[in-house]
């Protein structure tokens, strides 16, 4: 049974606590699920409803710089944990829309902000977390999800700053003719089979879509601190899998016979895929024959 409290918070109108594994439609809890699992987020450590600014709060930025919180009314809460602002693309708020921070054993959510679109959650430290939102396929413009991989160290607050809600294209219609190519938004092209596709659960497969993410809304990925990031794209039907490779073409500007590699963030915690690997030929980069990624969430071109 899963566990749900309720708290209030100034940065946060609604906030719940989901004591089960993130994306899982299990209605039973998992073993030590509760307060004192080893989890790195704990029900009764979420958020309290006497959560303060402290004048001495250590604040980490995505950036990776540290220094201390000198406005005691800036609105941040104490660390640990993490906190931001959703906007959308173009820089509006998004508001009153689910915010989950999820780790491979538990999922926190919440609301955005219904003024300023902002969140924050207190986790333990230290924990893997893939900060995301749904993707809303009937908003008009249609909104991808949002996945940020975030490690928390220590006792400061991640503060995340904007964390920017990509807008979705119109999908190109996935077909029952296998296999198939589609060009799904911003030139990236997917080959595929349907039959070997399973979308998240209560989800379908009608359409296909990508939105490149520009590099001013890089989400930092700390795994990839060693290499150049060419371009991320959000990818929807978001979290479907794929039991067979599927195959990646995208626009470059990569001098030809650059090896590239191609992987996808990981939706319980941020982690990035074990790389397929691909060329670029001067104009578009391919995954090799027989690689492909198997995970559409946000997909990220490297080298």
Same mark, same amino acid.
């Given at each position: 049974m899963s566990i749900k409290r309720r708290f209030a918070h100034p940065l946060l109108t609604a906030f719940t606590v989901l004591a089960a594994a993130c994306g899982s439609s /299990?209605? /039973? /809890? +998992? +073993?030590d699920s509760g307060p004192n699992a080893d989890t790195g987020i704990h029900p009764d450590a979420a958020v309290h409803e006497d959560a303060q600014p402290h004048d001495d709060a250590h604040v980490t930025d995505m950036d990776g710089g540290t220094g201390l919180d000198a406005e005691p009314d800036s609105g941040l809460p104490p660390?640990?944990?993490? *906190?931001?602002v959703l906007l959308d693309e173009n820089g509006a708020p998004v508001t009153g829309v689910m915010v989950l921070a999820c780790s491979q054993r538990t999922c926190l959510y919440g609301m955005s902000d219904l003024a300023n679109g902002s969140f924050f959650f207190q986790i333990d430290p230290p924990t893997e977390i893939a900060l995301k939102t749904h993707e809303a396929v009937l *908003?008009? +413009?249609r909104q991808a999800a949002v996945i940020y991989p975030v490690d928390i160290v220590n006792g400061d607050l991640v503060n995340m700053g904007n964390v920017y809600v990509p807008l979705l294209p119109a999908g190109q219609h996935i077909s029952r003719m296998d296999p198939q190519t589609l060009s799904i938004g911003d030139g990236l092209e997917l080959t595929f089979n349907r039959a070997d596709l399973t979308p998240a659960i209560g989800e379908g497969l009608n359409d296909m879509a990508a939105r490149q993410i520009p590099p001013a809304h890089y989400p930092p990925i700390a795994q990839l601190s060693?290499?150049?990031?060419d371009a991320i794209y959000a990818l929807h039907p978001f979290t479907a899998k794929s039991s067979s490779p599927v195959a990646v073409k995208a626009p470059t500007t990569l001098p030809a016979n650059t090896a590239v590699n191609f992987r996808t963030l990981n939706e319980l915690d941020g982690r990035v895929s074990t790389a397929a690997i691909g060329h670029s030929d001067g104009t578009f980069v391919t995954t090799d024959p027989g690689q492909g990624i198997d995970n559409l969430t946000w997909l990220v071109i490297s080298h």
């Open positions: /299990s209605t /039973s /809890s +998992p +073993p660390g640990p944990g993490l *906190a931001g *908003a008009n +413009p060693g290499e150049q990031i």
